[in-house]
């Protein structure tokens, strides 16, 4: 099914009010230290960012942990669902 306009407005806004293009790029696609989140699968993004946010899943830093702590659930939901496809070309092989 094509991307529900309305979730992915409100992801892309979530993304840049809750910083995370700051660090991991505008295009989510990550750069030094920071591991690229674009197109990675919701279900994984989902989960992650929620043990981030309830503090099951440690960081090397304590980068995501601020990032999300404090966020409602739904919006980590949506933040997934728009990450996983968010609207550029996916990483080539081998490639960035
Ligand atoms: C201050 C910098 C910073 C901000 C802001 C930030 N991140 Fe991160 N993020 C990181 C770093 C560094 C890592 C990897 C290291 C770690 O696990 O602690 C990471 C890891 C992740 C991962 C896990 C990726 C994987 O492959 O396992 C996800 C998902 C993620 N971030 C999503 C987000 C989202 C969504 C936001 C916005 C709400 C966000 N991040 C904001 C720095 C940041």
Same mark, same amino acid.
């Given at each position: 099914a094509p991307p529900e306009a309305a979730r992915m407005a409100r992801g892309q806004a979530l993304a840049q009010e809750d910083r995370c293009v700051i660090c991991h790029g505008a295009d989510l696609s990550g750069g030094q230290q920071v591991p690229r989140i674009a197109h990675q699968r919701e279900e994984y993004l989902a989960l992650t960012l929620q043990e981030f946010r309830s503090g099951k899943r440690p +960081?090397?830093?304590? #980068?995501m942990g $601020? #990032?999300? +702590?404090?966020m409602a659930? $739904? *919006?980590? *939901?949506t933040l997934a669902y728009y990450v996983a496809r968010l609207p550029t070309a996916p990483p080539k092989p081998g490639g960035k």
């Open positions: +960081g090397y830093t304590q #980068a $601020e #990032a999300v +702590g404090r659930p $739904e *919006d980590l *939901d």
